[in-house]
T-cell receptor, first 113, second 114 residues
Framework: GQQVMQIPQYQHVQEGEDFTTYCNSSTTLSNIQWYKQRPGGHPVFLIQLVKSGEVKKQKRLTFQFGEAKKNSSLHITATQTTDVGTYFC?????????????FGTGTRLTIIP | DAGVIQSPRHEVTEMGQEVTLRCKPISGHNSLFWYRQTMMRGLELLIY????????DSGMPEDRFSAKMPNASFSTLKIQPSEPRDSAVYFC????????????FGEGSWLTVV
């Protein structure tokens, strides 16, 4: 079955440093989504990427979808304490109307003030 | 606009007892998902429904777990009998299937089995 792996599993950064998490799928994806889960909270949708090589930005967050549509990355510039949480990618594959969404293993980000 | 509503938010129960978790999806969404999250296993998909019909229950750990969706606005996940290893956060989520599978999660039911 489809597997979606994320690295690193954990990342501790000093406030103000950059952070990147990488997502790799065993199969080609139709789209990829990113979610953020704050400590004690629930996953919240951030963004969806659909096109090969697509790049999207949300303020300090930059999301990329690989050319082969099998990998993706999330980069945060100048982290802040509000960025603390676990970031999940979720890859979708399958025929239209019968897609299956598989969540990655997540990267837990902690910020040292 | 109400999101996905789950109950109870927290439950502590004794081993062997029956546990029923409830979910009301976002109105108009036709797909509903049950996830389990633990430190060891991360976020696991247990089962999902499309138009109230179970599509994939391959993630349900064993026969002690069952899920139903009697109508478009209500679903239950039942564990009988419960065991300590079932302790986890159980998330219900819903989506409008056609819109690219963006999933909206409830706040979760925190289950502790002692």
């Amino acid at each position: 079955g489809q597997q979606v792996m994320q690295i690193p599993q954990y990342q501790h950064v000093q406030e103000g440093e950059d952070f990147t998490t990488y997502c790799n799928s065993s199969t080609t994806l139709s789209n990829i989504q990113w979610y953020k889960q704050r400590p004690g909270g629930h996953p919240v949708f951030l963004i969806q990427l659909v096109k090969s090589g697509e790049v999207k930005k949300q303020k300090r967050l930059t999301f990329q979808f690989g050319e082969a549509k099998k990998n993706s990355s999330l980069h945060i510039t100048a982290t802040q304490t509000t960025d603390v949480g676990t970031y999940f990618c979720a890859g979708s594959s399958g025929d239209f109307g019968n897609e299956k969404l598989t969540f990655g293993t997540g990267t837990r980000l902690t910020i040292i003030p | 606009d109400a999101g996905v509503i789950q109950s109870p938010r927290h439950e502590v129960t004794e081993m062997g007892q029956e546990v029923t978790l409830r979910c009301k999806p976002i109105s108009g969404h036709n797909s509903l998902f049950w996830y389990r999250q633990t430190m060891m296993r991360g976020l696991e998909l247990l089962i999902y429904f499309n138009n109230n019909v179970p599509i994939d229950d391959s993630g349900m750990p064993e026969d002690r777990f069952s899920a139903k969706m009697p109508n478009a606005s209500f679903s239950t996940l039942k564990i009988q009998p419960s065991e300590p290893r079932d302790s986890a956060v159980y998330f219900c989520a819903s989506s409008l299937w056609i819109s690219g599978n963006t999933i909206y999660f409830g706040e979760g039911s925190w289950l502790t089995v002692v």
